[in-house]
């Protein structure tokens, strides 16, 4: 069983930067993909960046080159560095992680398809 758990959430002003990381207790090798999802209310979830096991990274369109996800060198935190955050960007973000590699077809930015999930960590942006 693996154990994800979000942290680093909180309340900045739009165009403020902010690091959520998510401790993952499982070894990290065995994971194919690790990703971070967000849900704001009333909407649907959806993927925010992945980052597949070679180091792979996918990201939506809509956080590319503001967010970037990375792995530590232990191998035991995966984290989102957010920059010029936006209104839009207030949601709940969410961990997620994967066993098995999806096949070429696979879109990792989908939540259907993830074994693991955190409980959420709060990002909320204000004008």
């Known amino acids: 069983q693996v154990q994800l758990v979000e942290s680093g959430g909180g309340s900045v002003q739009a165009g403020e930067s902010l690091r959520l990381s998510c401790s993952v207790s499982?070894?990290?090798?065995?994971?194919?993909?690790m990703a971070w999802f967000r849900q704001a209310p009333g909407k649907e979830r959806e993927g925010v960046a992945v980052?597949?096991?070679?180091?792979?990274?996918t990201y939506a369109l809509s956080v590319k080159g503001r967010f970037t996800i990375s792995l530590d060198n232990a191998k035991t935190t995966l984290s989102l560095q957010m920059y010029r955050l936006k209104v839009d960007d207030t949601a709940m973000y969410y961990c997620?992680?994967?066993?098995?590699?999806?096949?070429?077809?696979?879109?990792?930015?989908?939540?259907?398809?993830?074994?693991?999930w955190g409980q959420g960590t709060q990002v909320t942006v204000s004008s």
């Open positions: 997620a992680a994967r066993w098995a590699y999806g096949g070429s077809t696979f879109d990792s930015l989908a939540p259907i398809g993830y074994d693991y």
């Open positions: 980052r597949d096991k070679i180091g792979r990274t």
């Open positions: 499982s070894f990290t090798d065995d994971l194919y993909y």
